[in-house]
Nanobody
Framework: QLQLAQSGGGLVQPGESLSLSCSAS????????TGWYRQAPGQGREGVGC???????????DYLPSEKGRFTISRDNAKNTVYLQTSSLKVEDTAVYYC??????????????WGQGTQVTVSS
């Protein structure tokens, strides 16, 4: 059974950081690309970034200077876990964050399996 288990969400204040985890069972994460997505209340799903089978990272949100470097994706093959490390969080980052195993780091996503999601709430 292919499964992704997520953890690490919570309530933080603006400017703080948070690390989200996505752990696989039933398969090895490095056999797929792993994408990170988020969905804010009343909004559609938005791509955050993706790490490919080779370990190359694509930062889909890195299109504005204010966004550069705020989201970092990494993979620990020994732990079969992919991480999304966030920093300088803003209220607008509030969303449910999802990970997905997919064929390639390309949008739109056709995922093999989705994580259950974890809520990140940024509030003062």
């Amino acid at each position: 059974q292919l499964q992704l288990a997520q953890s690490g969400g919570g309530l933080v204040q603006p400017g703080e950081s948070l690390s989200l985890s996505c752990s696989a069972s039933g398969f090895t994460l490095d056999s797929y690309a792993t994408g990170w997505y988020r969905q804010a209340p009343g909004q559609g799903r938005e791509g955050v970034g993706c790490i490919g089978r080779s370990g190359a990272v694509t930062d889909w949100l890195d299109y504005l200077p204010s966004e550069k470097g705020r989201f970092t994706i990494s993979r620990d093959n020994a732990k079969n876990t992919v991480y999304l490390q966030t920093s300088s969080l803003k209220v607008e980052d509030t969303a449910v964050y999802y990970c997905a195993a997919q064929l390639r780091c390309i949008l739109p996503t056709q995922a093999k399996v989705w994580g259950q999601g974890t809520q990140v709430t940024v509030s003062s």
